[in-house]
Every structure is written in structure tokens, then in C-alpha cells.
């Protein structure tokens, strides 16, 4: 029950946070809002009360596993394939620069052990490619600089792991077991990778194989597809937990089964077209949501971290290490591609402030509560690492602002696109107005017509929705004129695209996002009326 009113909680405070972003705060990244709505939640006493406790392994394997998976699947095999050495030699051979620079950087300026430095220095090495998102809002970064980011941020949470794991090993043993430490990275990642294949492969086969059964063209079992899409949200809960089980890493089993999946879903679209559309509108769903709900948890627990007395250090040290963090990071993360990959200044400056910290650091710190380390030093690397997270978000926020140009809102082709949608609405109109069919369904289908185009005020919606609810089922000969009628109308509006858009000036671009409008409006209706 504790779950269910906490996920209740967060949900809602999602839906406010991307209400609040589209309608009053549209220049500002919907994580940020996110963020301040789940600071707000954990100041409210009511609230604060009813959302449980963070759970790390229950956060990494229940939002962060999907996330990761559904990242993976937008990201093609092809990709990976060609930039695998960029992949290898950021993952691993900057990821262990990184905590190189950070832990000695930590010991030599604090009176710090070297251990519990290299733990600090391991948890801050993962990069969160949502949280880049969320300082790039508006701004155009550069296709180079955001591939690299994007593969960096699948597949570096391993390296950091498998880190973080020999330092505690450090700290608690007092010594380092380097071949122990390279076997665990190793059995990781390609364990990691091989689970994630066979685990997808089979998958993949068992779906495409009932998606082709015969069933699924005259049967009823399959038609709507709902086994599939359960098996579909249920594969990144199966893969994550399934390699965490055998010791390897769920995070990179779940991104190599999204690369597989990818394939899948390019290869068998039209096997069950309207599976395929509501796979990819549940997969947006679940994603905007996950993405909501790490910030809104990401704002409980900064605000839980600063009101809990027994998580104070003690002193403002904590401060000190989470800057030397950062900046180590920053500063290894710029010179590397620059010394390494060749890249220029303003690339390089892009890429080490791409590097944003969040819900995997988060999560990483947690994890230690559960591990041999100290208290006194527990409270250190979480009020730390959250100084590491806050600064990766609002240092680029800011610099960002002066090194990547904004994206331009064209008002003049928006205005074009409108204009061109409203005569594309009018000329089906007028197309229908020439049929001979009963007035009833010409008023019925014109408003529904000028609902594409936003011209049906509150009114007239609650006019048209009693006027309905009073009305008495339609005959199947009325159904079926409806339904012609709005064929009429729709291959109407799509030869007036096809023959109108190059006069407003628009691209093939604003075309096909039209064209798709209207097929969307077609699939709906059609659906509507023969369900």
C-alpha cells in the first residue's frame, strides 16, 4: 500500500510539474520544475509523509532499468557499432582517469583516506543523459558532442560501478586486489552484454513468432496485441533483475537488450501496425513519466538530506570535496577529448560540461548505506556527492547559455503551418457540404473537423456532448455514412497538403508533420466507429 500511495504521489506531482512547464514556464526545463515540485512535496509535512523512504536497488531497478532499456531501443546497433571505440575509451579509459583525478585530488586537499576518497571519486564518474537534457533546454548542441554524450551516459554506469566496488573493498579490507578488480570489471560488462543478448534474442523470437501466428491476423488472442506489449514492459524488469541474480551488470544487460530491440521494432512495424503505434505511444508515456519522477525524487530527498540531522557532517567540508569533485571531473573530462579525440576547445568545453550528475550518482551514494562504511562517512559522500549533482546542473545551465546558440522559434512558420492546416480544414469542409447525406452528419463531422484546427470553443463541446448523450444509437447504415463522410474528408485534406504546402513555403518536413496529423485523426475515427 506504502508503494502504491508514494507512486500516486510522485505521478501527480509529474503531471503538475509538466502542466506547470508547458503552460506558465515554457523557457525552463521541465526537470528543473520537476525538481523544485518534489522540494516543495518534501516540505510539506501531509505530503513528506505519505512517499516512503529511497530504496536505491528499488529506484536503479524500477525506473532507472526501464529508462535505460527504452534509451537503448532509440539508439541504433549501427551506432554503437561504429563509435565502439569512442564507447571503450570513454567508458573505461576516462571513467578511471576521472576517479584517478578525483580521489587523489580529495585526499591530497582533506584529511581524507585515500579509500573513502576513491569511493567518493568511483560514485561521481556516471553521467545522466536525462539530466543533460534538462541544461540544453532550448539550446542546439552539436551533433558530435551530444552522440558522444548519449553513448557515454549507456554504458558508463558499469565502469562506475565495478570502481565503486573495489573501493569499498579498499576501505573495508585495506588493500587493493587489482586482478580481482579487472576479472569483476571484465565478468560485468561482457557478462552484462551477453546476458542482455541471449535474454532480448529469445524474447524477440517469442514476440515476433506470436506476432505472426496466425492468430494474430483472425483470432481474437492476439489482434490487440496485449500479451505482446506486457511481454514488451516487462522485458527491462527481467533483463535488470535476471544479471543482477548472476552478479553481472543490469544496467549495461538492459542497454544492450534496447540496442536489440531496436532492430526488432524497425523490421516488424507493419506485422501489427496499430501494436507498433500503441507500443511507441506507451513507451512515451512511461518515459515522460520515469523522467518526471527521477526529478521529483531527486528534490524529496536533497530536502530530506538537508532537514535530517543525523546526515550533517558536522562541518562544511562536505562542500569543499563536492567542488574538488566536479572540477576534477571537468577538467579530466576537457582535457581528454582534447589531448585524445582531437577535439577543438569550444567541443571540448561542450562535452565536459555536458557530463551532468544525477540519479545514478544519487542511487550510487545510497547503495553504501547498506555496505560496511562508517556513518560519519556515509553522511559525507551523500551531502558531497549532492553538491556534485546540484553543481553539474546549474554550472552548464548557466555557461551554456554563452557557448551553444538557442533554437529558433520561427513565429512566421508556425503561423504559415496554422494558416495552411486551417484552409486544409476548410477545403474538407467544403467537400463534405456537397455530399448528399443527412445535415445531421455534415454538423457532426464539420465540428469535429474544426476540432483539428482549435476552433470549437468550451461551449460548443458541452453543446455537442449532450446533445449526444441524449441521442439515440445510430444505425449501422448512419455509422457507415459517418464513417465515408470522414474518408471523404480526410483524402480531401491530404490532396489539399500535398497540392498547397510549397505555395506557404513550407518543407517536406512540416508537410509529412501534417500529413501524420491527419492520418492520426483517420486511424482514430476509423477505430472510434468500428469499435
Excluded at 47 to 56: G, K, P, Q, S, T
Excluded at 169 to 198: C, E, H, K, M, R
Excluded at 334 to 343: G, K, S
Excluded at 352 to 369: E, M, P, W, Y
Amino acid at each position: 500500500m506504502e508503494i502504491l500511495v508514494s507512486s500516486a504521489v510522485i505521478a501527480v506531482a509529474v503531471i503538475f510539474s509538466i502542466v506547470i512547464s508547458r503552460w506558465l514556464f515554457s523557457k525552463i526545463s521541465v526537470n528543473y520544475i520537476s525538481i523544485f515540485i518534489g522540494m516543495a512535496i518534501a516540505l510539506v509535512p501531509f505530503l513528506n509523509r505519505h512517499v516512503m523512504e529511497f530504496d536505491a536497488d528499488f529506484f536503479m531497478g524500477i525506473i532507472i532499468a526501464p529508462l535505460l532499456f527504452f534509451e537503448g531501443q532509440h539508439t541504433r546497433m549501427n551506432l554503437v557499432g561504429r563509435n565502439l571505440k569512442l564507447i571503450i575509451s570513454l567508458t573505461v579509459g576516462m571513467v578511471i582517469l576521472c576517479a584517478l583525478a578525483g580521489g587523489f585530488a580529495v585526499a591530497a586537499l582533506f584529511p581524507i583516506g585515500l579509500p573513502l576518497a576513491f569511493i567518493l571519486a568511483a560514485i561521481s564518474t556516471p553521467t545522466d543523459a536525462t539530466a543533460t537534457e534538462s541544461v540544453t533546454n532550448g539550446l542546439i548542441v552539436p551533433r558530435q558532442q551530444n552522440t558522444s554524450l548519449k553513448l557515454e551516459s549507456l554504458f558508463n554506469d558499469a565502469s562506475g560501478i565495478v570502481l565503486l566496488n573495489m573501493a569499498l573493498l579498499w576501505y573495508v579490507n585495506g588493500y587493493i586486489n587489482y586482478g580481482q578488480t579487472l576479472w569483476n570489471f571484465l565478468y560485468s560488462a561482457v557478462g552484462g552484454v551477453a546476458l542482455g543478448a541471449i535474454i532480448a534474442i529469445i524474447l524477440v523470437f517469442i514476440r515476433q513468432a506470436m506476432l505472426r501466428s496466425r492468430m494474430n491476423f483472425i483470432g481474437n488472442t492476439y489482434n490487440n496485441g496485449t500479451p505482446l506489449k506486457l511481454m514488451y514492459l516487462l522485458t527491462p524488469y527481467l533483463i535488470y533483475y535476471s544479471a543482477e541474480a548472476c552478479g553481472v551488470s543490469g544496467i549495461i544487460a538492459v542497454v544492450f537488450a534496447g540496442l536489440i530491440h531496436n532492430a526488432e521494432g524497425e523490421r516488424s512495424e507493419l506485422s501489427n501496425p496499430v501494436l507498433a503505434y500503441d507500443g511507441n505511444e506507451i513507451v512515451r508515456l512511461i518515459n515522460d513519466t520515469l523522467n518526471g519522477a527521477v526529478f521529483v525524487i531527486l528534490g524529496i530527498m536533497l530536502v530530506r538530506m538537508i532537514k535530517n540531522p543525523a546526515i550533517h557532517y558536522g562541518s562544511l567540508v562536505w562542500v569543499g570535496v563536492g567542488i574538488a569533485l566536479y572540477v576534477a571531473n571537468l577538467l579530466i573530462r576537457y582535457l581528454y577529448v582534447r589531448i585524445v579525440h582531437h577535439n577543438s576547445r569550444r567541443a571540448a568545453w561542450i562535452f565536459s560540461l555536458g557530463g551532468i550528475h544525477g540519479a545514478v550518482t544519487f542511487a550510487l551514494a545510497f547503495t553504501i548505506a547498506e555496505t560496511q562504511v562508517h556513518r560519519q562517512d556515509f553522511n559525507l559522500i551523500l551531502m558531497a556527492e549532492s553538491t556534485l549533482i546540484i553543481l553539474s546542473m546549474i554550472v552548464p545551465t548557466i555557461a551554456f547559455r554563452f557557448i551553444l546558440q538557442p533554437q529558433k522559434f520561427n513565429k512566421d512558420r508556425a503561423s504559415r503551418i496554422q494558416e495552411l492546416r486551417d484552409e486544409m480544414v476548410g477545403h474538407a469542409i467544403h467537400e463534405i457540404q456537397q455530399l448528399s447525406i443527412p445535415d445531421e452528419v455534415k454538423l457532426a463531422v464539420s465540428f469535429d473537423l474544426r476540432s483539428q484546427k482549435g476552433q470549437t470553443s468550451l461551449k460548443e463541446f458541452w453543446h455537442e456532448w449532450t446533445r449526444m448523450v441524449r441521442h439515440e444509437e445510430f444505425t449501422e447504415e448512419r455509422i457507415n455514412t459517418a464513417l465515408n463522410t470522414f474518408r471523404v474528408a480526410f483524402r480531401a485534406e491530404r490532396a489539399f497538403l500535398l497540392a498547397n504546402y510549397q505555395r506557404l513555403g513550407l518543407s517536406t518536413a512540416d508537410y509529412n508533420r501534417l500529413y501524420r496529423e491527419t492520418m492520426n485523426a483517420e486511424m482514430v475515427v476509423l477505430d472510434s466507429y468500428i469499435n
